[in-house]
């Protein structure tokens, strides 16, 4: 192809630059281009009638769309996109230009688009059947882009801690700990770290400086268990009545002082904080011993509901 046509039109603003004539000559070849069958030709000869008279939106759209046949989807864009600037936009030149936006996965200004044109004509039939194709297309995207987000966070939880530079004294806490993995290490507290004999302050800096430079921190593996369990609850409450009932304090359970005491200390308020845990979680804080977990147990029963299991 030859020079951009938009490298002489854009910031064009001298009509005395217009020459119809030579505009028509060029379009009239680019029909007997046409009927011989030579596509470049036809390019070519457009090229040079938008050189002619670079204010003729209808020789852009004519170029615009041989280019999109031919492949050259971005300057047929840039082609639509001048057209608009110039004054009202016609409808085929908003669908056209929403359906390249589609192809290249700008999904948003396809959308915005194709809203134009329905906010005028609402039952245009081809913005209407490209508007659902848009809205697939974002929906499947979003899908796409959280099975990729989990799959690159489960690569990265399977990374040896071993494959870092850690100081003697921290590889051997996380070895005798049995943390091997990055995985393992997000699903432990700073409290656990800290609790481990030998395990320093300098350690734990060291190994949070390291997972900060991975965007992950300590606790991260719990808080999103915690939170993806809560989300498979309420799912299964839903429609059943009982939706409410993960928002209510632990308060309504009307545990013993000890009890609540232990709980505050995890910083759980709600019954769904509460049944996002593990006994092993519970049974971890100071001063909650069998006794409360009994307890606890026996109050969420009577609501329907349970501590997660840990492999939950």
Same mark, same amino acid.
Request: proline share 2%; charged share 35%; glycine share 6%.
């Given at each position: 192809?030859?020079?951009?046509?938009?490298?002489?039109?854009?910031?064009?603003?001298?009509?005395?630059?217009?020459?119809?004539?030579?505009?028509?000559?060029?379009?009239?070849?680019?029909?007997?281009?046409?009927?011989?069958?030579?596509?470049?030709?036809?390019?070519?000869?457009?090229?040079?009638?938008?050189?002619?008279?670079?204010?003729?939106?209808?020789?852009?759209?004519? $170029? &615009? =769309?041989?280019?999109?046949?031919? *492949?050259?989807?971005?300057? !047929?864009?840039? %082609?639509?996109?001048?057209? +608009? @600037?110039?004054?009202?936009?016609?409808?085929?030149?908003?669908?056209? $230009? &929403? =359906?390249?936006?589609?192809?290249? *996965?700008?999904?948003?200004? !396809?959308?915005? %688009?194709?809203?134009?044109? +329905? @906010?005028?004509?609402?039952?245009?039939?081809?913005?209407?059947?490209?508007?659902?194709?848009?809205?697939?297309?974002?929906?499947?995207?979003?899908?796409?882009?959280?099975?990729?987000?989990?799959?690159?966070?489960?690569?990265?939880?399977?990374?040896?801690?071993?494959?870092?530079?850690?100081?003697?004294?921290?590889?051997?806490?996380?070895?005798?700990?049995?943390?091997?993995?990055?995985?393992?290490?997000?699903?432990?507290?700073?409290?656990?770290?800290?609790?481990?004999?030998?395990?320093?302050?300098?350690?734990?800096?060291?190994?949070?400086?390291?997972?900060?430079?991975?965007?992950?921190?300590?606790?991260?593996?719990?808080?999103?268990?915690?939170?993806?369990?809560?989300?498979?609850?309420?799912?299964?409450?839903?429609?059943?009545?009982?939706?409410?009932?993960?928002?209510?304090?632990?308060?309504?359970?009307?545990?013993?002082?000890?009890?609540?005491?232990?709980?505050?200390?995890?910083?759980?308020?709600?019954?769904?904080?509460?049944?996002?845990?593990?006994?092993?979680?519970?049974?971890?804080?100071?001063?909650?011993?069998?006794?409360?977990?009994?307890?606890?147990?026996?109050?969420?029963?009577?609501?329907?509901?349970?501590?997660?299991?840990?492999?939950?």
């Amino acid at each position: 192809m030859s020079e951009n046509p938009l490298d002489i039109v854009v910031g064009t603003t001298d009509t005395s630059q217009r020459d119809k004539e030579a505009a028509k000559r060029h379009r009239d070849a680019v029909t007997r281009a046409d009927e011989s069958g030579d596509t470049v030709a036809a390019i070519s000869e457009l090229r040079k009638a938008i050189s002619a008279d670079p204010f003729d939106d209808e020789i852009r759209f004519d $170029l &615009a =769309v041989r280019l999109d046949r031919v *492949g050259e989807e971005d300057e !047929a864009i840039s %082609l639509y996109e001048s057209i +608009l @600037e110039h004054g009202p936009a016609p409808i085929n030149t908003l669908i056209n $230009l &929403a =359906v390249l936006y589609e192809d290249q *996965g700008n999904f948003h200004r !396809a959308e915005r %688009l194709l809203k134009q044109v +329905l @906010e005028t004509n609402p039952n245009d039939p081809r913005a209407r059947m490209y508007m659902k194709d848009v809205q697939a297309s974002k929906d499947m995207l979003v899908e796409e882009e959280s099975d990729r987000d989990l799959a690159k966070r489960r690569a990265l939880y399977d990374i040896p801690v071993t494959d870092f530079e850690l100081s003697v004294r921290a590889r051997t806490c996380l070895k005798k700990m049995n943390i091997r993995t990055l995985g393992d290490l997000v699903r432990t507290s700073e409290s656990e770290l800290m609790s481990y004999k030998n395990f320093g302050e300098s350690s734990l800096i060291e190994i949070k400086r390291m997972l900060a430079s991975k965007n992950l921190k300590l606790g991260q593996g719990a808080d999103d268990a915690h939170r993806q369990h809560r989300r498979n609850i309420a799912d299964a409450l839903r429609g059943s009545g009982k939706d409410g009932v993960l928002n209510k304090t632990v308060s309504e359970l009307q545990l013993s002082v000890r009890a609540r005491k232990a709980l505050q200390l995890l910083d759980i308020q709600t019954i769904g904080d509460l049944v996002s845990r593990t006994e092993a979680e519970l049974m971890g804080v100071k001063n909650f011993g069998s006794t409360s977990l009994v307890e606890v147990k026996e109050r969420l029963t009577l609501m329907g509901l349970s501590l997660r299991q840990l492999d939950e």
